[in-house]
């Protein structure tokens, strides 16, 4: 789809100077048919014609021989030339004085200047001049000039007198020799100017496409480009992932899109509210159009608008917005909550044998701590985004894991790690130390505590690694388990109800998933599957 430019505006492309070069070699060819046609016309003429010239009889063998070999060097020029070898300016300079060498010689056979065959090197000079765009044309005429002065005044000489010299002949031929020099060169620079021009023009042109084309693909919205018939003019990457079937160029729009190509149709008529939202492959998408010359009949030019993708990024602006509402509130909460709590504990001092006043003031504390954790909780929350994700060896992590929360807990007996990944898994450590210490403690808190009654186990499903934390203990209430990951809900006066919904936002932010499963034969698991969440955007 792409327009492919020159790698720079100023030096012309490869295609350009091949094309240049072909033509040049082209033209040496015409001009060697060319000549060859004056041959045979020459020795047409003086078969038909020959007591019109003012010939020497005894000369005649000499003319004729001279003809046979223009004739045959003209057929010999097609060898280097259909080899390209020597240079293009050498042969055309080289042919060209040859030219002039054997009409000089034709002329003296034949009269002089008299015969007119002069005339013959004045297409031969421009046909020079044009091929080799203003190159050496004054030269070639200055040849020709000094070769018809000097057979001039040969002639002249050879005569002892007998002629009366006529310099007004060749002094007006050798005029017209450089008037064609002259207005070939003028004319092949015109045309020089004009080619580079128009390969300029060109190379603009290349350029802008590719302008237009990144353009196009750095527009965050599907774009289609369509023609006065609604076929699909151009279209980039972006289109691609609104649907599994993507326009081609050339083709009706109606073949991708029906739905597009009837909201196009009744715009074009005039109807402005036909543009809107549309389902294409299972996403809704807002369309926009936009002609691209003053005609709505014209190409026009179609945004497509992913809401899903819209509304996706809405809630993360909102989601930030909310995050820095919650960390200022959060840091304006506890001021006064480590007042009141140094408040308390003075009480408790100066009250130690009031047991009401230990009793208020122990709910104040116990309270106050419950408020601190929810707001760190709440901080942390806000945290989640900044993750720094590294390749992880879930299998020997755990075992680490595990000896390091036996040692903190106090706990008497080792929690296995069962089974084996494939490959490792990426995610931030430390958020991954923090989810499982969450789903840790909880299920060491509902287990039997007895050796295996809380353990790890690796897993594969679906292509995706899966972690299991597995307790023995009670499974979890089926009408709690839709509200399990709710923020605030818990089943302890002392809980805050925000661990296990911070723990499914970090596996989130990492690319994973957190959900409960009931086991079979009883107790509770809770499974991490990695790579979820970073699927499904692929997918979309």
């Known amino acids: 789809m792409a327009v492919t430019a020159p790698a720079s505006s100023g030096v012309p492309s490869a295609e350009a100077a091949l094309a240049a070069s072909e033509a040049r070699w082209r033209s040496l060819r015409l001009l060697n048919g ?53 240079a293009f300016s050498v042969q055309l300079t080289s042919q060209l004085l040859v030219d002039i060498g054997f009409v000089m010689l034709l002329m003296h056979f034949m009269g002089g200047v008299r015969s007119g065959l002069g005339m013959l090197l004045l297409p031969y000079l421009a046909a020079a ?30 005569s002892n007198g007998e002629l009366f010299p006529d310099y007004f002949s060749p002094v007006l031929l050798c005029v017209a020799f450089f008037t064609v020099a002259l207005v070939a060169h003028r004319l092949a620079r015109y045309a020089e100017e004009n080619r580079a021009l128009a390969e300029q023009r060109g190379i603009d042109l290349a350029n802008l496409g590719q302008l237009n084309a990144r353009i196009l693909q750095d527009v965050s919205d599907g774009v289609v480009v369509v023609d006065a018939a609604n076929q699909v003019h151009q279209y980039n990457e972006q289109v691609l992932r609104l649907g599994t079937l993507p326009p081609l160029r050339g083709e009706a729009l109606a073949d991708w899109s029906p739905a597009l190509a009837g909201q196009l149709e009744r715009w074009r008529a005039g109807d402005w509210s036909a543009t809107g939202l549309l389902q294409l492959q299972r996403k809704t998408l807002r369309s926009r159009f936009l002609p691209l010359g003053e005609d709505k009949a014209g190409s026009v030019l179609i945004y497509l608008e992913d809401m899903d993708r819209l509304r996706r990024e809405a809630q993360q602006l909102k989601l930030a917005a909310l995050g820095r509402l919650t960390a200022n509130l959060a840091h304006e909460i506890r001021n006064p909550l480590g007042a009141i709590s140094h408040a308390a504990q003075l009480l408790q001092e100066e009250s130690q044998h009031d047991a009401l006043m230990q009793r208020l003031t122990g709910i104040i504390t116990e309270n106050t701590r419950r408020l601190d954790q929810m707001v760190s909780d709440v901080l942390e929350l806000n945290r989640r985004d900044r ?51 969450n789903l840790t403690r909880n299920g060491w808190r509902y287990c039997s505590k007895t050796a ?46 925000l661990g296990l919904y911070i723990a499914r936002e970090i596996c989130a932010a990492n690319g994973a998933s957190l959900e409960y499963h009931a086991p079979a034969d009883g107790g509770a698991c809770f499974r991490i599957l990695f790579g979820v969440v970073n699927a499904e955007k692929n997918e979309e």
Not at 59 to 83: E, N, R, V
Not at 401 to 430: K, T
């Open 34 to 86: 060319f000549r060859l046609l004056v041959v045979l016309g020459l020795a047409v003429g003086l078969r038909l014609r020959a007591g019109q010239y003012n010939l020497d009889y005894s000369q005649l063998p000499l003319l004729i021989w001279t003809l046979m070999a223009y004739a045959t060097a003209s057929c010999l020029f097609f060898l280097p030339i259909l080899g390209r070898r020597p």
């Open 129 to 158: 001049g044009l091929i080799a765009r203003g190159r050496m044309t004054l030269f070639y005429a200055a040849v020709a000039t000094l070769a018809l002065l000097g057979q001039t005044a040969w002639m002249t000489w050879q």
């Open 387 to 437: 993750v720094r994700r590294a390749d992880i060896e879930l299998h020997e992590w755990l075992r680490v894991f595990a000896e390091s929360f036996v040692q903190q807990e106090g706990i008497v007996v080792a929690l296995p790690v069962l089974g084996h990944l494939p490959e490792p898994i990426r995610f931030d450590p430390g958020q991954l130390q923090q989810v499982l210490w």
């Open 452 to 497: 295996g009654s809380l353990r790890f186990v690796l897993d594969m499903a679906e292509g995706y690694a899966v972690l299991d934390v597995i307790n023995d203990g009670p499974p979890v209430p089926t009408d709690a388990q839709h509200q399990l990951f709710e923020p605030f809900f818990t089943t302890e006066a002392k809980g805050t109800g």
